[in-house]
């Protein structure tokens, strides 16, 4: 199970400091439908900002995270959905294929998600659902274009994220991507925030190359209120082929 271990260390500030990642999952679950069928699967559920939409939705829902930390957490807080520590590259498999599979913020963060989404498929039901949000390319804009090796994965364009999905024949009935602005004081405010809710990969940037992206990012994107960076977030809805 591959997972980002910063989200395990940094669990218990998640849960409080994610407020893009809640609003995004807010947006995300616009599009439950009143029942989604059962069982229905949650993959990196974290501490469950999406789970508790999604059991409104789904009498049994399964919600897994590879990070055991979010997965205590998400437990205490909605006892009801059953709750597993489980890689997304590796879901459990119910007794009966799922119906519905769900997910919000993970899915970036995947090494392989052509695969993942080969295995989804093969644990669902045929038509079942999966909804999924994650962040697409033209997320920090400014700050990757100046600082290119500090992206913890690749990032796509939403339009790859179509075609992935639909080699690994998930047939996508809509999808809609959204900007979430958030205004930070200075860049390193905005990077200190991401690194707080684990949202980082651990990797070694040089001193100068960090300060000499900031000071660019800075440069570009301050407004009157602070320094704006975009959080481009696509949800998808697709049926299995
Ligand atoms: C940005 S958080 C999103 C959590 C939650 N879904 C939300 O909307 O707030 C990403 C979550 O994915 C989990 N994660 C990262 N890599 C994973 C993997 N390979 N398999 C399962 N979960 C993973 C992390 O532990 C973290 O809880």
Same mark, same amino acid.
């Given at each position: 199970?591959? !997972?980002?271990?910063?989200?395990?260390?940094?669990?218990?500030?998640?849960?409080?400091?994610?407020?893009? %990642?809640?609003? @995004?999952?807010?947006?995300?679950?616009? *599009?439950?439908?009143?029942?989604? =069928?059962?069982? $229905?699967?949650?993959?990196?559920? =974290?501490?469950?900002?999406?789970?508790? &939409?999604?059991?409104?939705?789904?009498? %049994?829902?399964?919600?897994?995270?590879?990070?055991?930390?979010?997965?205590?957490?998400?437990? @205490?807080?909605?006892?009801?959905?059953? *709750?597993?520590?489980?890689? $997304?590259?590796?879901?459990?498999?119910?007794?009966?294929?799922?119906? $519905?599979?769900?997910?919000?913020?993970?899915?970036?963060?995947?090494?392989?998600?052509?695969?993942?989404?080969?295995?989804? &498929?093969?644990?669902?039901?045929?038509?079942? /659902?999966?909804?999924?949000?994650?962040? +697409?390319?033209?997320?920090?804009?400014?700050? !990757?274009?100046?600082?290119?090796?500090?992206?913890?994965?690749?990032?796509?364009?939403?339009? %790859?994220?179509?075609?992935?999905?639909?080699?690994?024949?998930?047939?996508?009935?809509?999808?809609?991507?959204?900007?979430?602005?958030?205004? &930070?004081?200075?860049?390193? @405010?905005? /990077?200190?925030?991401? &690194?707080? +809710? =684990?949202? +980082?990969?651990?990797?070694?940037?040089?001193?100068?190359?960090?300060?000499?992206?900031?000071?660019?990012?800075?440069?570009?994107?301050?407004?009157?209120?602070? !320094?704006?960076?975009?959080?481009?977030? /696509?949800? +998808?809805?697709?049926?299995?082929?």
């Amino acid at each position: 199970m591959v !997972v980002a271990p910063e989200f395990d260390r940094r669990a218990s500030a998640y849960g409080t400091g994610a407020r893009v %990642q809640q609003d @995004a999952a807010a947006w995300l679950a616009e *599009w439950l439908p009143r029942e989604c =069928g059962e069982p $229905a699967l949650e993959l990196g559920a =974290g501490t469950g900002f999406f789970t508790r &939409h999604a059991l409104r939705s789904a009498r %049994q829902l399964v919600a897994t995270d590879a990070s055991s930390r979010m997965v205590e957490l998400g437990r @205490a807080a909605l006892p009801r959905a059953e *709750w597993t520590v489980a890689g $997304a590259e590796n879901p459990p498999a119910a007794k009966f294929p799922y119906r $519905a599979i769900l997910t919000s913020s993970l899915v970036q963060w995947l090494n392989d998600p052509a695969a993942a989404f080969r295995e989804w &498929h093969g644990i669902s039901a045929p038509d079942a /659902l999966l909804l999924g949000g994650w962040f +697409v390319r033209g997320t920090m804009e400014e700050f !990757v274009s100046a600082c290119p090796e500090s992206a913890p994965f690749r990032w796509r364009s939403a339009e %790859q994220w179509l075609v992935l999905l639909n080699e690994a024949s998930w047939k996508v009935r809509r999808s809609e991507t959204k900007i979430f602005q958030l205004t &930070h004081k200075s860049s390193a @405010a905005m /990077l200190r925030e991401i &690194h707080d +809710v =684990g949202a +980082v990969a651990p990797r070694r940037l040089g001193a100068g190359r960090l300060r000499a992206a900031l000071r660019r990012n800075d440069a570009k994107s301050r407004s009157q209120a602070g !320094v704006v960076t975009p959080f481009v977030f /696509l949800r +998808v809805e697709a049926v299995r082929a």
